[in-house]
């Protein structure tokens, strides 16, 4: 089974519609998105309702600035830009929209894989997996071989073989049976890894491949938006240098 990833797309409907021209060109069974719908970006109703249509429920899991704009996890430690965004986002949200993500779940096991916004462990904490050493922490909170997580915005493939030694990979990988992953796949509408384009995963079941794709959005059309609602010019400012 072949399988689009998805996760962080932050309100940024331009990335988001980017990445879906490109993910109607690909071959695939199932969509799944890892969360964090809305937060930072301009635009948290239109992408809700686009994720809505296109992802089967229980394969969509919440982040935690989904749980944020509708009151179900702390906020206190969002720096003041993410705070001052969540706040908005909330204010805008439809009552429909709201308690879409209030349904939301933020891990889920599929088909013989894991997936999390965040991390295995304490999914709904929030930790992030940044590292080899919250990587082997991980590997011991899932049962699968694979787990699929978004949350730091930044793509990595990490591998554990089945001498616990960890190695880290990035881009196209042909993965090891005998071998556990936690495969990152980053960001579609805020990159962190210092490449601006929207990032996606393509995992193929029965080839064993795993690719993370980059695409390029119109990032002018989403900082003006950004700005235009009022909200921090960093939100803006950060998407040109995918940080």
Same mark, same amino acid.
């Not at 980017?18 to 799944?32: F, G, M, P, S, T």
């Given at each position: 089974?072949?399988?689009? @990833?998805?996760?962080?797309?932050?309100?940024? &409907?331009?990335?988001?519609?980017?990445?879906?021209?490109?993910?109607?060109?690909? =071959?695939?069974?199932?969509?799944?998105?890892?969360?964090? @719908?809305?937060?930072?970006?301009? !635009?948290?109703?239109?992408?809700?309702?686009?994720?809505?249509?296109?992802?089967? =429920?229980?394969?969509?899991?919440?982040? !935690?600035?989904?749980?944020?704009?509708?009151?179900?996890?702390?906020?206190?430690?969002?720096?003041? %830009?993410?705070?001052?965004?969540?706040?908005?986002?909330?204010?805008? &949200?439809?009552?429909?929209?709201?308690? +879409?993500? =209030?349904?939301?779940?933020?891990?889920?096991?599929?088909?013989?894989?894991?997936?999390?916004? %965040? %991390?295995?462990?304490?999914?709904?904490?929030?930790?992030?997996?940044?590292?080899?050493?919250?990587?082997?922490?991980?590997?011991?909170?899932?049962?699968?071989?694979?787990?699929?997580?978004?949350?730091?915005?930044?793509?990595?493939?990490?591998?554990?073989?089945?001498?616990?030694?960890?190695?880290? +990979?990035?881009?196209?990988?042909?993965?090891?049976?005998?071998?556990? +992953?936690?495969?990152?796949?980053?960001?579609?509408?805020?990159?962190?890894?210092?490449?601006?384009?929207?990032?996606?995963?393509?995992?193929?079941?029965?080839?064993?491949?795993?690719?993370?794709?980059?695409?390029?959005?119109? @990032?002018?059309?989403?900082?003006?938006?950004? &700005?235009?609602?009022?909200?921090?010019?960093?939100?803006?400012? =950060?998407?040109?240098?995918?940080?």
């Amino acid at each position: 089974m072949r399988y689009v @990833i998805l996760s962080d797309v932050h309100g940024n &409907l331009e990335a988001l519609q980017a990445v879906i021209d490109e993910i109607k060109r690909l =071959r695939y069974e199932k969509l799944v998105f890892l969360g964090d @719908i809305v937060g930072y970006g301009a !635009n948290p109703n239109e992408v809700i309702e686009i994720i809505r249509s296109l992802v089967d =429920r229980p394969l969509t899991l919440a982040g !935690n600035h989904d749980y944020a704009a509708i009151g179900l996890t702390d906020i206190s430690y969002f720096n003041s %830009s993410a705070m001052e965004a969540i706040l908005w986002t909330g204010e805008c &949200l439809t009552e429909k929209n709201i308690g +879409y993500l =209030r349904g939301l779940k933020v891990d889920l096991t599929y088909e013989g894989l894991t997936f999390a916004h %965040s %991390s295995p462990k304490e999914p709904d904490k929030w930790h992030y997996i940044m590292d080899i050493s919250d990587a082997i922490e991980n590997f011991d909170f899932f049962d699968t071989r694979i787990c699929f997580v978004g949350h730091s915005h930044i793509p990595i493939i990490i591998e554990k073989d089945s001498t616990g030694d960890i190695n880290i +990979y990035n881009g196209e990988k042909r993965l090891n049976s005998e071998c556990r +992953y936690i495969i990152n796949i980053g960001s579609v509408g805020q990159p962190r890894d210092r490449d601006p384009r929207s990032s996606f995963a393509v995992y193929d079941s029965e080839t064993e491949t795993i690719e993370i794709k980059r695409v390029s959005y119109d @990032i002018a059309e989403a900082q003006e938006k950004i &700005l235009e609602k009022g909200l921090p010019f960093q939100l803006a400012y =950060r998407l040109a240098y995918g940080r």
